[in-house]
């Protein structure tokens, strides 16, 4: 076969000249090499480049830019630096507007790979644009790390654990980065022991911090390697004389050094439990691990156009699925008759059971389990739910739910989705009983080739 032939001849360090055709799924640039496909990081359509092979595949080859030999059109002559340095600014290098277009590309491109029924008739409405496309992010997760004897403080290189020192970030808030900044600062004097990767010791691995945008408040949570926090006292102190704008510290404990970032018990030190942001006129708390979406004035245009995606009636029972501290379904609750939320993380629920008492709504019921578990449930119990959101993680939806959803079909089902390709793959198994409206991409993560989907399906 011609591809085989073809990347048997080649070898990692070869080059060759190419064009870059689109974006693929993962936001880098595509080309085709002999009808070989070819994936370049950081590549543009109507890039002409010297591509370097930096893996060879039987099917398809990795590339790097050896040399740029004309730029496209569409390329962001002002790419900050750091875009060659960190991850979350894999699309720094192209002009906003075009960032836009190609998310709706990327949206198109994994419709294609799974085709769900009928879905090169698909509306794809224009990407919504960003309020704002620097500084938006209200949430960072900085690891820190003792290596050769300096204390660093930032985001991991792409692709890698070498950690890079951070001073500033374009998508980042600057009230977040000066607290970062001073916390470290804090650490350092105190001589706080701060993890070693090499030596598998020291205590302090993370800083988080969550930025209230409505209340310029801040929530900092320390994640540590063991329960005991040397020095804590003498840092919450300082804190609270440095950094006036922090209402709340708290500790998480995760003895692993690899997996996830945060470990199953979490403690407040000081100050208020929850941090407070406004969404739709809505205030909501969130306490340390509560999900919320990270770019704070998008989140009012993106609950905008679920409402009008979902045309909510007096007359609805709404499952609110996937529903974390409960914030879409209670933007909505004085315009329906009940809302159901389910969501697997306990503490997210007592969050949504605060923040509808907190904003008078008395017409939801939560639950704490898996949606493809917890809904089937409800429907034993004769609930009759007649529209749904799902709003999932990049994961997607459960295949136990998707065949709940097809055996009782509803009138409204919309579709809040931060992975295309999951989208897609989740398309297929229910537009046998739905059909797709629309779908409207939201840029929720300017700079990255992330986009959220809405997708409007009705009953068949």
């Not at 969404?279 to 905008?304: E, H």
Request: proline content about 6%; overall charge negative; hydrophobic content about 35%.
């Amino acid at each position: 076969m011609q591809t085989n032939n073809i990347t048997q001849e080649l070898n990692v360090g070869d080059r060759f000249p190419l064009t870059i055709k689109r974006i693929g799924i993962n936001g880098e640039g595509i080309g085709f090499f002999k009808h070989v496909i070819v994936f370049v990081p950081k590549a543009v359509p109507e890039d002409v480049i010297v591509c370097e092979v930096t893996d060879v595949h039987p099917r398809f080859l990795n590339g790097r830019i050896h040399k740029l030999r004309k730029a496209s059109p569409f390329r962001n002559p002002d790419t900050p630096k750091l875009a060659d340095e960190v991850g979350g600014l894999e699309f720094a290098h192209i002009n906003y507007k075009d960032q836009l277009h190609f998310k709706s590309n990327i949206l198109r491109e994994s419709l294609d790979k799974y085709k769900p029924y009928a879905s090169d008739k698909y509306m794809i409405r224009p990407t919504v644009g960003s309020v704002q496309q620097e500084k938006y992010r209200n949430k960072a997760q900085f690891p820190i790390q003792e290596i050769d004897g300096e204390i660093r403080c930032g985001l991991y290189k792409t692709g890698t654990q070498e950690l890079v020192d951070l001073t500033e970030m374009p998508t980042q808030m600057d009230l977040t980065m000066t607290a970062m900044r001073k916390i470290v600062e804090m650490v350092k004097e105190l001589g706080i022991p701060v993890f070693n990767p090499e030596q598998k010791s020291g205590i302090l691995s993370m800083i988080v911090i969550r930025e209230s945008v409505e209340f310029n408040k801040l929530q900092i949570t320390f994640i540590t390697r063991s329960p005991k926090f040397i020095k804590e006292h003498q840092l919450i102190e300082r804190i609270q004389k440095e950094i006036p704008e922090v209402s709340s510290i708290s500790q998480n404990i995760n003895k692993e050094d690899q997996g996830a970032v945060w470990g199953d018990e979490t403690k407040l030190l000081w100050g208020d439990e929850y941090l407070q942001e406004d969404i739709n006129g809505y205030v909501f708390n969130f306490s340390p691990r509560a999900f919320l979406q990270l770019n704070s004035l998008q989140t009012d245009k993106l609950y905008d156009l679920v409402n009008t995606a979902l045309e909510p009636s007096p007359r609805d029972v709404l499952l609110d699925a996937y529903c974390g501290v409960g914030t879409i379904g209670i933007t909505m609750a004085d315009k329906v008759k009940h809302i159901y939320g389910i969501e697997i993380i306990p503490e997210a629920i007592e969050d949504a059971k605060e923040n509808a008492k907190l904003n008078d709504v008395d017409n939801a019921d939560y639950y704490v389990g898996s949606v493809d578990k917890v809904y089937p449930e409800l429907l034993k119990d004769d609930i009759k739910v007649n529209s749904i959101i799902v709003d999932p993680p990049r994961t997607g939806l459960d295949p136990n739910l998707i065949a709940t959803l097809n055996r009782n079909p509803v009138e409204k089902l919309v579709y809040v989705s931060c992975n295309p390709s999951t989208l897609a793959k989740d398309l297929v198994g229910l537009t046998d009983k739905y059909r797709v409206v629309y779908l409207q991409p939201v840029d929720m993560f300017p700079q990255t080739p992330h986009v959220e989907t809405i997708v409007k399906m009705v009953k068949r």
